[in-house]
């Protein structure tokens, strides 16, 4: 499992940033480990599979898309006619590769969709880093809009400096602003869009610690606020009553050398309410929260099916 392994730590580690970053990690790692396999036969090998699936789902509480991406691949992997090894190794590149080509395809789409949501002369506020929100600013900016964006440092691990950094690079004039700033400037901007790291069943999404504040900030200033994801991030385990994990990150990012008897909490993601959220923008165009299920059930009815399994 030395290909998972390591791959798992550089999750956990946060080495790989970003719900989708990291399911391509994941999905890599999972090809790459069943390439050196030494299983002999489909009981073992679909064993190996699992006991992948297992270590990577560890590495990370808040990260359906992982899940979703490394189930899909476990479950067709169990129901394809195989017999030899080196038969799986064949199909389960061939089905990561069908994968990743829907998720580019499903970002191509995104791109097309978000950025014509970025007008002349607009102001977006943005929060954390997400490739995603990324994807559509620059995509606006290549089209020849200009326009600016607001970002905040996103502590405790200062993601927004990634964000700031791409966006300067693609030539959009950027603003960084402390994250307790978010409400003093709110009335200078024109739109709010932020990443997802999950959706839930209900149509709320979670993404980086602050992002409810942002959009409770963003209703009383009556400015609209977007979410960018893809529906892979749709969680289906909250279908059937279960919530969201919510992970807690070590105390250290908040304060390295804090006083003995200090208690400090570290939550990585909070939940936002679908009733804040003016719009999600996903491959299936810009679609209400409150249809999230139906628009699961049209692009990835395996998600329903049987990504809550395992």
């Known amino acids: 499992m030395k290909k998972v392994m390591e791959a798992a730590e550089r999750i956990r580690r946060l080495e790989v940033q970003g719900a989708t970053n990291v399911a391509l990690t994941a999905v890599r790692a999972l090809v790459e480990q069943m390439k050196v396999s030494r299983a002999r036969d489909r009981a073992s090998a679909l064993a190996e599979i699992a006991k992948a699936r297992a270590i990577l789902f560890e590495s990370r509480e808040t990260e ?89 440092e996103t502590r405790p691990i200062y993601q927004g400096r990634i964000t700031a950094r791409e966006l300067l690079e693609a030539g959009i004039r950027t603003t960084m602003i402390v994250d307790s700033a978010v409400r003093s400037f709110m009335k200078e901007v024109d739109l709010v869009v932020v990443g ?29 606020f977007y979410v960018i994801t893809e529906l892979l991030k749709f969680d289906p385990q909250t279908i059937h009553g279960d919530f969201e994990a919510i992970e807690e990150r070590s105390t250290a990012e908040v304060w390295p050398d804090a006083p003995e008897g200090l208690a400090i909490r570290n939550p990585a993601f909070d939940v936002t309410r679908r009733d804040y959220i003016h719009g999600i923008i996903c491959e299936e165009g810009v679609i209400s929260p409150h249809s999230i299920l139906e628009a699961v059930r049209r692009r990835y009815p395996w998600i329903l099916e049987y990504g809550a399994s395992a």
């Open 196 to 224: 997802s790291d999950a959706i839930t069943s209900e149509g709320n999404i979670i993404n980086k610690i602050g992002t409810s504040l942002i959009a409770l900030a963003a209703q009383e200033a009556r400015v609209p």
């Open 64 to 152: 359906p898309f992982m899940r979703n991406a490394i189930r899909y691949i476990e479950w067709r992997m169990r129901e394809a006619d195989w017999r030899t090894v080196e038969e799986l190794q064949d199909l389960i590149q061939g089905v990561s590769e069908e994968l990743l080509k829907g998720f580019r395809e499903a970002r191509r789409r995104i791109a097309e969709v978000g950025s014509r949501r970025i007008l002349p002369g607009t102001r977006v506020l943005t929060h954390c880093h997400s490739s995603a929100v990324n994807l559509v600013l620059r995509e606006a900016r290549g089209r020849g809009v200009e326009f600016e964006v607001v970002c905040t």
